[in-house]
């Protein structure tokens, strides 16, 4: 206890005596033993209340001695197996040395993927990700001294470089480098990069690399297959100094289906590992062309313009079709442009309304506008006025998507007889009306969107003028054809209303990153977290099949297929008591990354060691590391002291006997008439 509470203390005895005296022995002439009793339950009551303001508090302290920590962290992966003799002989060594035992506390972890607790090993884990062990060891031992040893081969195959990796102060890092750390030749591919889908007809990319491993200049075939046709063949040359070759090029989707990527490189001369010449992706190229219905019962230039303009684009097929068309004809149509509608065109219009489809809608001095008028599509425009040219006004300010590179420069004029325009729907101009240099603060042509459809609305004839115009100004019709293009794409663009979707790659890499998510929507589109997925998984080749349930995550359920052997699959996601599924085509490939090294990392490994004042050894050295461990002044005990302060009278036991008092006082007095 401090000497200042103390004196406090007696302070607060000499008050409280004070006021006791002054209350019942000033001035009273008759001092019985019952006014003795009375003053002392004053003297208690009154102190105590002081007692209570003062809190007098001692402290005690307790001295521990912390040994530091010596933490194994032992490499579980595919790699670390051939070596696993030697392995367990550098880990009962230091297991079984009673000096490291006394010394430190020893604690043991295990790493592949993920970071474990652990006193026995496997060596059966797919990827080694070193970075990611050291920053779990980093927050679990994050206030204690601590000596990390990192038994492993150096060859991380995922995560963060680990050579970099920055531990807390009082962290040490040794490395033990375990296998063969001799320098071979080796080639070796790199990951296969291109689009999961590819139109047909048209080009996608590839990209990859040639990496070396030697010291010698040295000449490989680099060939890349399609469907085990080979589609390109090069000879490259590397060296040490040259050892990374990039390899791009575009290649064509003639066909359709899935299509299997190979890009290989010839062996070298001596070179050990092979299995790392290789590399397979796979590629589904599609052929999902754009359907327009161009209807219409007349013979105009529109019509050409506008179906070369849209066919500029070889995923789009415009066919041009009369009004009276059959509806069988009209199923598998994605857009319909309606030019000049007349009654004749109810069906069409009946038609795109009870499918809720998306349409272009272009007026003319052949249009009836009545009848357009009658459908009630949110626009209204009055009929019997003159033919009239009108020219458009572009809006800069239009958002619906990007116009800023359509040039209307030098541009004639449409024909029209349209009327003053009411619409009673949200929409956006694209393109102003101007009369005779007048701004008449109308829409020539205006787009129409809303929950479920897309509208757009052109109320002139002659648009073919402008496509020869874009000629006469470029050379080409490109300007013109982008504009019809992008609008194009934005009445067949639609958001995706499926209540199932299922995500997973075509080609898996190994089975360890082998996992398919899927999402599940209720019917109004809010994610389901309470629905049941089942997935369904088939060897396309043996014929096994495995079922199991999907795993529900964060907001998404999931199927870790990381058990599956290489080989083509099949599979098919399902919700119990609903008719949703999602079928596809998945492939793992025999591709293993820890097979992908021929060699230890023994730069990495010192490099790590090094950033902490650490060291590098191998197996041969265990001797010297016990020793190094044993005999560094900076690993010795550290004494911690732990102050634990307490209130001398517990608050509550003290209150009571302040009431005690005061309340036995009070009896008292009453008892005997001094009230």
């Known amino acids: 206890m401090e000497s200042k509470t103390i004196w406090f203390s007696i302070l607060a005895a000499i008050v409280a005596l004070g006021i006791v005296v002054f209350q019942y022995f000033y001035k009273q002439k008759a001092k019985t033993k019952l006014h003795w009793y009375l003053a002392f339950l004053r003297f208690i009551g009154i102190f105590g209340l002081l007692l209570l303001l003062i809190n007098p508090k001692f402290s005690q302290k307790s001295y521990t001695l912390e040994q530091p920590n010596l933490v194994i962290l032992a490499d579980n992966s595919v790699s670390i197996a051939q070596n696993s003799e030697e392995f367990s002989r550098v880990l009962s060594s230091i297991k079984a040395s009673s000096a490291l035992k006394e010394r430190f506390n020893l604690a043991e972890y295990s790493f ?5 607790f652990s006193d026995s090993l496997s060596f059966n884990d797919n990827v080694t990700n070193i970075h990611k062990a050291l920053s779990s060891l980093k927050e679990i031992y994050a206030r204690e001294q601590t000596v ?68 010698s200049t040295i000449s490989t075939v680099v060939s890349i297959k399609l469907d085990n046709k080979v589609i390109h063949r090069e000879k490259i040359t590397l060296s040490d100094e040259n050892n990374l070759r990039p390899i791009v090029l575009q290649v064509d989707a003639s066909t359709v289906g899935l299509k299997d990527l190979i890009v290989e490189a010839s062996p070298i001369s001596n070179e050990r590992n092979t299995v790392n010449n290789k590399r397979s992706s796979r590629i589904e190229v599609i052929d999902e062309k754009t359907k ?21 684009n070889e995923q789009r097929e415009v066919i041009i079709m009369p009004s009276n068309i059959a509806k069988e004809s009209l199923e598998n149509i994605d857009l319909f442009i309606c030019y000049q509608p007349t009654s004749n065109f109810k069906g069409v219009f009946d038609y795109i309304k009870s499918i809720n489809t998306n349409s272009f809608v272009i007026t003319g001095i052949q249009t009836d506008y009545t009848f357009l008028n009658n459908l009630k599509i949110g626009i209204e425009i009055e ?84 496509r020869m115009q874009t000629y006469r100004n470029t050379g080409d019709f490109t300007n013109f054809d982008e504009f019809i293009g992008n609008l194009i794409r934005f009445l067949t663009s639609s958001k995706n209303k499926a209540r199932l979707n299922v995500e997973y790659e075509k080609v898996y890499e190994g089975s360890s990153n082998a996992i398919i998510t899927a999402t599940y929507f209720d019917e109004a589109f ?150």
């Open 112 to 116: 592949g993927t993920d970071l474990k």
């Open 148 to 215: 990390t040893l990192v038994l492993s081969d150096g060859n991380q195959t995922v995560g963060q470089d680990y050579s970099y990796f920055q531990p807390n102060q009082e962290n040490t890092i040794y490395t033990l480098v375990l296998g063969d750390t001799t320098k071979y030749k080796d080639i070796s591919i790199g990951p296969i990069l291109t689009n999961k889908y590819a139109f047909l007809k048209n080009k996608f990319p590839l990209e990859t690399y040639v990496s070396y491993q030697g010291n």
């Open 292 to 312: 327009i219905a161009l209807v219409t019962d007349i013979l105009h230039p529109d019509v050409g313009a506008l179906k070369k303009a849209i066919e500029s």
């Open 383 to 466: 009929n019997g006025y003159p033919q009239q040219e009108v020219f458009g006004v572009l809006n800069n300010a239009f958002s619906k998507y990007d116009i800023s590179n359509f040039q209307m420069e030098d541009f004639p004029p449409l024909l029209s007889d349209a009327g003053p325009v009411l619409i009673t729907s949200p929409f956006e101009t694209m393109l102003g009306t101007q009369i005779k240099g007048v701004d008449m603060q109308e829409p020539l042509f205006c787009i129409f969107e809303n929950a479920n459809t897309k509208n757009a609305y052109l109320l002139g004839e002659n648009i073919w003028k402008w």
């Open 526 to 675: 809010i994610f389901d977290p309470n629905a049941k997925m089942n997935i369904q998984v088939t060897n396309t080749t043996s014929k096994e099949s495995l079922a199991s349930p999907m795993i529900l995550k964060n907001g998404y359920f999931e199927a870790d297929l990381s058990n599956l052997k290489s080989g083509e699959y099949d599979f098919t996601v399902t919700v119990e008591n609903e008719s949703k599924t999602v079928s596809g085509i998945f492939i793992i490939s025999e591709f293993d990354m820890e097979n992908q090294f021929v060699s230890s990392n023994v730069q990495k490994m010192e490099n790590l060691a090094s950033k902490t004042n650490g060291s590098t050894y191998f197996p041969s050295q265990i001797e010297m590391l016990e020793q190094e461990l044993l005999n560094n002044d900076r690993y010795v005990p550290t004494e911690k002291s732990t102050e634990n302060i307490v209130s001398l009278i517990d608050f509550r036991i003290l209150l009571a006997i302040i009431v005690l008092a005061f309340a036995v006082e009070w009896f008292i007095r009453k008892y005997n008439g001094l009230i």
